[in-house]
């Protein structure tokens, strides 16, 4: 036999995604699961037939189409980024097929073997994965109630000298936080004068329950390079695989020719689909629908937290997104408890695996999704977690 | 004003594309382009009424799916490759979002900066950029009638200890050359010998017009590594981006967490539609009018540059694929010519653009598309193109 192929060096940072391992374990029949993310598929809006009909089954889309995204297509995202406080040309939009494209996009941007970057702790996994997987060192800046402590931020920057900050500001995956407008503003000077790129993720901005302040921070920087992501995989469907950046005018054209060499372009059906919803009469109505469904479950899942982790743990009532973050009283590692609960048919995920390699990750943290589990099954995967919390806490 | 942001080294590498130009240039009104290698949407199978009411519409579909793809669409892609020759379990397949994103995968997989890697010369430029912007060093082997010199392949593994190679056996991009049975199966014993593992790229093999071997080098090799990646964008349509790889099991699991971590998953419902049509009675018709529309445009180029080039250039009739390569009497760089032929409003691939940067490329070389330009335009825009090689030759 012949020695294993020598891969490249990036392929040593390739772990085993825990994420994956819980999902998969998730999906086995009876699993009761507060581990994903997946949309709740009667929340979702429906396919109109005014939708199915369309010109996005014509001929012309069909063939391939242009690497920056459909001309149609990048206009109304212009719009749609206006209406939530960033203006921003279509020229300046790039159709991604999914945002999570655009994080490997970031990181092919930015990242060398050894380049430090900040990110929050906790912050969403698979973004970590990434910017690792081409040899990122991410820094993880501990959220604050507003946000993130900008003096610490600062000390950050001067210390590391990072090359990017990756941040989620509103309904933060995995702890729900919301920057406050004054949080938003702070963090953008800062950026500012430091001349630092900010990467704005915003998955979960539409999913809102709760009125907060949404501003992006990228349209309150005055200086700095920036790149936001945006998604419709909360929104409209994701497996259509359609998400968008925008991005400032210096970034982008690198951003442009690494997405042509990563995929050539986004599929087109899917995004002459989006970019009819985005002009559509329905498209209030069907956001409207999304937030209360979201709402409910957001509520369901509160009422059942009290009955069963009320003497246990402390949490905040999330304003959006799709995630309730517990801190058991006591704080013990909750890794080890996944097992026992995988085992007894209920999953869910342990917050410390959130936390970037060089952070100390927060002990008895739990991210508890709310919106894939019906009202029955929440009661009873969420008396069988505490059970398993008080024999081993 | 801040100095630039610090982007990675590879952004260095990250050079403009000479294809991407030259494609937005051969879109101007009135152009007739030899350039790209769009397929012909009148070759293309129709959507039919039984796949536009099916079940790729199903709210099941739209939701998140699995990184490795659809089940049902992997278990028929190992059917469409068993009929191909090469013998793989679903398990060892993975659909991609395009096979573009293959070479992305495969560059992450193998390349480091500075790794050798081998590849033909020409070959597909695109490849050769998703190398390079990995850092690769990329060594060229000529063309030979047969495919490529196996003694030599076997000299350049002994001198430069490449990670892997790279070819198009089959129609191969830009030369329309293919290598022989013989051919094939020396270069998987040269690859066998010393582990070397192949990527084979496979976008033009249901273009056949004239019956050629095109057994997959991968179901010869018996020890070495292999990634083969195979296309729906010239048979079906190259706006749902859907095509796959499959690969040996040594290889196979890192290529499912980078694909991961790019982009998720592809769209599922291009997934079920390619799926539906590979099992469909429509498939085997919606191939032979394919092939027959494009060898009928093939023999109408042929006639076409024997009245226009006949004096001026030798070429081998392509057996497959959707170009001519042409060898010009008088081999004078092709490249300055690019500029004039846009002016006059023609556009065709300057073959010297093919080669890695290590490799010298063979001058007097011209690559034309013949599935784009319609008959009266084919014979005008090669009139204007022998043109301009008289006065310049």
Redesign the interface.
């Given at each position: 036999?012949?020695?294993?192929?020598?891969?490249?060096?990036?392929?040593t940072r390739?772990r085993?995604?825990l994420v994956?391992e819980i999902l998969a374990a998730a999906q086995a029949p009876g699993m009761i699961s507060f581990a994903g993310g997946?949309?709740s598929?009667d929340a979702?809006p429906i396919?109109h037939d005014s939708d199915?009909s369309h010109d996005w089954?014509s001929?012309v889309?069909?063939?391939?189409?242009q690497?920056e995204g459909e001309p149609l297509l990048r206009s109304r995202l212009a719009g749609w980024l206006a209406e939530s406080g960033l203006t921003v040309s279509a020229e300046q939009t790039l159709v991604?097929?999914?945002s999570?494209?655009g994080i490997?996009l970031a990181a092919?941007?930015?990242?060398?073997p050894g380049?430090p970057m900040l990110c929050e702790a906790p912050t969403y996994l698979?973004a970590l994965?990434?910017f690792q997987?081409?040899g990122a060192h991410c820094i993880g800046l501990p959220l604050t109630d507003e946000g993130i402590d900008t003096a610490h931020l600062a000390e950050m920057i001067e210390t590391h000298k990072p090359?990017?900050i990756y941040v989620i500001p509103t309904f933060q995956n995995p702890s729900g936080h919301c920057y406050s407008a004054a949080n938003r503003q702070a963090v953008a000077e800062v950026l500012d004068h430091y001349?630092l790129?900010l990467i704005e993720d915003e998955p979960y901005r539409e999913l809102m329950y709760d009125a907060v302040d949404r501003t992006p921070i990228c349209s309150l920087l005055k200086?700095?390079?920036w790149i936001y992501l945006g998604s419709f995989?909360k929104t409209l469907?994701?497996?259509?695989?359609?998400g968008f950046l925008a991005a400032s005018n210096?970034?982008f054209p690198?951003l442009l020719?690494?997405k042509?060499?990563?995929?050539?372009?986004?599929?087109?059906?899917?995004q002459i689909r989006v970019a009819n919803w985005l002009v559509s009469n329905n498209r209030n109505n069907d956001l409207a629908h999304l937030r209360s469904t979201y709402k409910h479950k957001r509520d369901a899942m509160n009422d059942a937290l009290k009955n069963t982790f009320g003497h246990l743990a402390d949490w905040e009532t999330p304003a959006g997104g799709l995630f309730f973050w517990l801190q058991l009283r006591n704080a013990i590692d909750t890794r080890p408890l996944l097992k026992i609960a995988l085992e007894r048919g209920v999953a869910f995920m342990p917050g410390e695996a959130f936390y970037p390699a060089s952070s100390t990750p927060k002990l008895g943290t739990m991210r508890l999704n709310f919106s894939h589990a019906n009202a029955e099954n929440m009661k009873k995967g969420l008396k069988m977690l505490a059970g398993i919390v008080e024999e081993h806490g």
């Open positions: 036999m012949h020695p294993a192929p020598q891969l490249s060096e990036r392929i390739l085993s995604s994956r997946l949309p598929a979702m396919l199915t089954q001929p889309f069909q063939q391939y189409g690497s991604l097929s999914g999570q494209q490997d092919k941007l930015f990242v060398d380049t698979a994965q990434a997987l081409f090359r990017a001349g790129p200086r700095a390079p995989s469907w994701p497996g259509w695989r359609v210096d970034l690198h020719r690494l042509q060499a990563g995929d050539l372009h986004t599929n087109r059906p899917g």
